[in-house]
């Protein structure tokens, strides 16, 4: 019930639906230019995480390989970095406030994932 409410309380004031709508529009881009559709999955994963993030973590795939992290190299450069950079700011924000410290939380366990986001799956805790 806590997770329930802490996800309600993240999609209205925690900048949830701001950064599900960046992922989003990332994801669309992706699709539309054919070559990029991983980029666009690994960005539609992380735009769903990012909406209700609350009782789920990201991990590591240990079946990754080195194509994986080649791609990683190339998200960053194209979208991982203002996805990125935007879970820092909404982070840093939120910590202003003793009640938007779990938001805040919340955030910077994303900004991980902005980066490399190919080779990670969400999984509920």
């Not at 999955?41 to 990012?50: I, K, M, P, Q």
């Not at 992290?69 to 003793?98: F, P, R």
């Amino acid at each position: 019930m806590i997770r329930f409410i802490l996800n309600v309380l993240w999609l209205i004031f925690g900048g949830g639906f701001l950064l599900f709508v960046g992922y989003a529009f990332a994801a669309v881009i992706c699709f539309v230019l054919v070559i990029t559709i991983p980029f666009a999955v690994a960005s539609w994963r992380l735009a769903v995480y990012s909406l209700w993030p609350f009782g789920r973590t990201v991990q590591a795939k240990p079946d990754a390989g080195v194509a994986t992290g080649v791609a990683n190299i190339l998200w960053v450069v194209l979208a991982g970095w203002w996805l990125a950079l935007s879970h820092i700011v909404a982070g840093i924000a939120l910590c202003v406030s003793i009640i938007g410290i779990p938001f805040g939380i919340a955030n910077f366990k994303l900004v991980p994932a902005a980066f490399w986001p190919l080779g990670r799956e969400v999984v509920d805790l």
